[in-house]
């Protein structure tokens, strides 16, 4: 069955980077748009990056310039650099994966806080 596995999360000083990863079973993976999705305590979970099965990458405005997505199909994993973290980027973000808005899967999630 679909599998997806978070990691690379921690806590980081302001300013700092992480990179997270995100490994997939169980699927074509190929065929599936990624994204990555964050939830602070008391929000709702917001898109932060997406990439598409092609390449095509959109993100978020506040995160624009300072996250980069990418992912690489020989090893079915996709990431997300993040540099210039903020106290707000504190979250838990989760993978996720889709096929034309028919089929979602999501990873466990992987807590980054950024605090001093």
């Known amino acids: 069955q679909a599998r997806l596995v978070e990691s690379g999360g921690g806590l980081v000083q302001p300013g700092g980077s992480l990179r997270l990863s995100c490994a997939a079973s169980g699927i074509g993976f190929n065929n599936y748009g990624m994204g990555w999705f964050r939830q602070a305590p008391g929000k709702q979970r917001e898109l932060v990056a997406r990439?598409?099965?092609?390449?095509?990458?959109n993100y978020a405005d506040s995160v624009k310039g300072r996250f980069t997505i990418s992912r690489d199909n020989a090893k079915n994993t996709v990431y997300l650099q993040m540099s210039s973290l903020k106290p707000e980027d504190t979250a838990v973000y989760y993978c996720n994966a889709n096929r034309l808005n028919l089929v979602s899967y999501w990873g466990q999630g992987t807590q980054v806080t950024v605090a001093s």
């Open positions: 990439i598409s099965s092609g390449g095509s990458t």
